[in-house]
C-alpha cells in the first residue's frame, strides 16, 4: 500500500531523445508527488512536483504527467543532454503518511 | 542563503561501535528529516524532527536514533554498528513540513567495516 513502483531501472537516450521515467502508486491519500534528480556524490535536488489536482506541469524542459484514475505518473525530459546523465527519483506522500516514500530510481545516461 | 550542511562527509566505523552523524538545516526551516540510502534498498526514511520533536518515524530498529536543538540543527545516532548500516544518511530540511519543498544535504558515507 506504501509502495511507489518506478521503471525503468536504466536508461540510455541519444542526446535530443525524450527519456520517460513511470512511477506508480497504491495510495490514494498520497497528494503530493515530487521528482528528485541525484549526481553522483550529492544529495537529491527537488526538480519538480506535482499535486492530484492537475494533469500535468512543466518547468523548463521537464514535465511531468499524471493519471489519477490509474495512480500514475511519469517525469519526460525534452531535448535531453548529457548533462541530464543522473539518478532520478519519484516520490509520493500524504494522507497519514507524514514521509516522502521514494521508488528504487532510474539511472539515466544520455550519450552525446 | 546556504544549503543543508552535514558533518562529517565520510565516516569508517568498525562493527559494535557507535556514530553521531550533524545536519544544519537551511536558515529558518524548522522540520528536519533523515534518510538512509543504499543500492538495494534505495532512499528510506527514517525520522523527521519539528520543533525539537520527532513528529514521524520510518521502520528501522531502535539503534537508530535523532534528536534536534533549538536552533534546528540536528544529529542522528546509530548505536551497535553492523555491516549492513552502511550507506549514505542524507539529511533534508524544509520549512514546517515534508511536504514543503524539500532540500537534501550532500550526505554522511558510513562504512562499517
Known amino acids: 500500500q506504501q509502495q511507489v513502483k518506478q521503471s525503468p531501472q536504466s536508461l540510455i537516450v541519444q542526446k535530443g531523445g525524450i527519456p520517460i521515467i513511470n512511477c506508480a502508486y497504491e495510495n490514494t491519500a498520497f497528494d503530493y508527488f515530487p521528482w528528485y534528480q541525484q549526481f553522483p556524490g550529492k544529495g537529491p535536488a527537488l526538480l519538480i512536483a506535482?499535486?492530484?489536482?492537475?494533469s500535468e506541469k512543466k518547468e523548463g524542459r521537464f514535465t511531468i504527467s499524471f493519471n489519477k484514475s490509474a495512480k500514475q505518473f511519469s517525469l519526460h525530459i525534452m531535448d535531453s543532454q548529457p548533462g541530464d546523465s543522473a539518478t532520478y527519483f519519484c516520490a509520493a506522500m500524504g494522507g497519514s503518511q507524514g514521509n516522502l516514500i521514494f521508488g528504487k530510481g532510474t539511472k539515466l545516461s544520455v550519450k552525446p | 542563503k546556504a544549503g543543508v550542511t552535514q558533518t562529517p562527509r565520510y565516516l569508517i566505523k568498525t562493527r559494535g561501535q557507535q556514530v553521531t552523524l550533524s545536519c544544519s538545516p537551511i536558515?529558518?526551516?524548522?522540520?528536519v528529516s533523515w534518510y538512509q540510502q543504499t543500492p538495494g534498498q534505495g532512499l528510506q526514511f527514517l525520522f523527521e524532527y519539528f520543533s525539537e520533536t520527532q513528529r514521524n518515524k520510518g521502520n528501522f530498529p531502535g539503534r537508530f536514533s535523532g534528536r534536534q536543538f533549538s536552533n534546528s540543527r540536528s544529529e542522528m545516532n546509530v548505536s551497535t554498528l553492523e555491516l549492513g548500516d552502511s550507506a549514505l544518511y542524507l539529511c533534508a530540511s524544509s520549512l514546517v513540513r515534508v511536504g514543503d519543498t524539500q532540500y537534501f544535504g550532500p550526505g554522511t558515507r558510513l562504512t562499517v567495516l
Open positions: 506535482i499535486r492530484p489536482d492537475v
Open positions: 536558515s529558518g526551516h524548522r522540520s
